[in-house]
């Protein structure tokens, strides 16, 4: 998928930005439910914040795919009351699937 990239400050969350909610949509993607993600979806989630800050693609098999500030892209276990499960604010899907 090609993406705009916003202009943004470093932790814009703590400053009264809601960078993805204010433009999910503008780049197709939609809401689905949190029970009916597929490989590919992508979960916000709100990670010691007020606002979804931080975002992650499944890859299937339980796994998600994402890069946490200050570490290497990776794979970590997504699993229903787990962490990031907990972190999820909302599930997208893009309108090419």
Do not use: C
Not at 22 to 32: A, L, S, V
Not at 71 to 89: N, P, Q
């Amino acid at each position: 998928l090609k993406m705009n990239d916003y202009v943004r400050e470093d932790d814009w969350w703590k400053k009264g930005a809601n960078m993805y909610l204010d433009n999910f949509q503008k780049e197709g993607f939609h809401e689905i439910s949190t029970e009916d993600f597929q490989i590919g979806d992508a979960f916000l989630m709100q990670i010691d914040s007020d606002v979804p800050n931080h975002a992650a693609v499944y890859i299937g098999d339980n796994l998600i795919l994402h890069h946490v500030h200050g570490r290497l892209s990776s794979r970590d276990v997504y699993k229903f009351g787990g962490y990031y499960h907990k972190a999820t604010a909302k599930v997208l899907r893009h309108e090419s699937r």
